[in-house]
């Protein structure tokens, strides 16, 4: 019986392959650097994949600060090259008045109101 075992596996070409490649010193070595290089290094793929990510949140960001500040820009253009704007910007958001004038603010006490 020990023969038979021993005559199947010289003549099994998978267990011929596995000795030559796989069990090859240096294929296991290929294999543990590749694993190290995907899990564990601090420049594995999933960190970088993590870092992507975050590059492309810091890109959407940026477009939206970028429309922001042409937003603004033009804003303060406007009002810096228009008196009439700047005026009207210091009326309602500063309580600005001309000399002579009074201003009233109404405030309405929110309690007092009823739903409907």
Known sequence: MKELIKDIKKKSPT?????TYVFNKYMLTLVGFLVWM???DSTSFLVINELNG???RYENQREFYKTEYEKN????RK????KQEKEKYAR???FMKKP???IFILVVDSSKITKK
């Open 92 to 94: 309602e958001n500063y």
């Open 79 to 82: 009002l810096m090259n228009n």
């Open 38 to 40: 995907i899990f564990f």
């Open 54 to 56: 975050e590059i492309k």
């Open 15 to 19: 267990l011929e392959f596995m000795k």
């Open 73 to 76: 820009d033009k804003f303060y």
């Open 100 to 102: 002579n004038e009074e």
